[in-house]
């Protein structure tokens, strides 16, 4: 008779105390109630001094961490969870400090090949320093208009705006540094914006179906989890050398940023075709309105099976 292994525990880390705690929670609960209806034993923890005892004597088969934010993405959670000497689902702590950082990332990505937007890294304290005025005439005489103006650490398009005018620029630079020390700006892109999910269930990482976003108006914080302001198109509406194309760098992200199990990456595709990176996220958001459960039943799976897939891919680990 074959060996009847148990049905591998799993603890889900959500909550934090960032800015996006709120998505962070729905990401877990929704999770979490797909795992239970495979049949798994699931329990869900926020990070709060209780978590490392807590953790210390469920010694759960798998951790996963879908925390949005700092200590959810740069690594630091999850080296904690690492030193217990417990698996984690997803990146490890190194990968994710390297894709946490947006210019690193977007550096790593130009290296090997895949097209980003040209960009400058700023922290606040050089307009001290310089003065503002005179950063933002050098700016923009460098890279032109429209500009975005984002947060090189960070998620949920929380301080970040699109400038169209000289004159919008300092507002933004506040806005940004209301997140943040250190911002990056970049040569807007336009054109479409897709995001592309990657999932590796053991056999290698494979794109899911690209998820195309149109919102009347930036694709902010509340465009992104509450209903209405933002219209999804699952798959994007793309030809299939574009589709093909998008694919692709999701996957050369993926792989270039030594990601694992599941990671998500931004895209705009120009007039032309061309995809651009911009961004991605090792914590994909789980919510209902998300791009990565859009995108995985979009390609027919069920949801509770791919994420029990992942968990029996990290176990086989």
Not at 40 to 49: I, K, M, R, T
Not at 119 to 138: C, E, H, I, K, N
Not at 177 to 182: I, K, N, R
Request: with cysteine; proline share 7%; net charge negative.
């Amino acid at each position: 008779m074959p060996e009847v292994r148990p049905a591998p525990t799993v603890a889900v880390l959500a909550g934090g105390l960032s800015h996006e705690r709120d998505v962070s929670l729905r990401s877990g609960r929704r999770v979490a109630e797909a795992l239970r209806g495979t049949g798994l034993q699931v329990s869900v923890h926020d990070v709060d001094p209780d978590l490392v005892p807590a953790l210390r004597q469920l010694r759960p088969d798998v951790v996963w961490p879908l925390l949005h934010g700092a200590s959810g993405e740069d690594g630091s959670v999850r080296d904690v969870v690492q030193m217990l000497g417990l698996r984690v689902l997803g990146s490890d702590a190194r990968a994710s400090r390297v894709a946490w950082s947006k210019p690193v990332a977007k550096t790593v990505l130009a290296r090997a090949g895949v097209a980003t937007p040209e960009y400058v890294t700023l922290p606040q304290s050089l307009f001290r320093d310089l003065g503002a005025a005179q950063v933002l005439d050098v700016l923009v005489a460098r890279l032109g208009l429209p500009l975005v103006v984002k947060p090189s650490r960070g998620g949920s398009a929380l301080g970040v705006t699109l400038v169209t005018t000289r004159d919008a620029l300092p507002a933004a630079m506040v806005e940004c540094f209301s997140y943040t020390d250190t911002a990056l700006v970049e040569r807007a892109v336009l054109g479409t914006e897709v995001a592309v999910s990657v999932v590796d269930t053991g056999a290698g990482p494979v794109a899911l179906p690209a998820v195309e976003v149109v919102t009347d108006g930036p694709y902010d914080y509340d465009a992104r989890y509450n209903p209405g302001r933002t219209e999804y198109f699952a798959p994007a509406r793309l030809g299939p050398d574009v589709a093909a194309a998008v694919a692709d760098v999701a996957v050369r992200a993926h792989t270039a940023l030594g990601l694992r199990d599941v990671s998500r990456t931004d895209l705009l595709v120009d007039d032309a075709g061309v995809p651009w990176f911009l961004e991605v996220n090792v914590a994909p958001g789980m919510t209902e309105t998300s791009l990565l459960p859009q995108a995985a039943e979009a390609a027919g799976h069920d949801l509770g099976v791919l994420y029990r897939s992942l968990v029996d891919a990290v176990v086989a680990r």
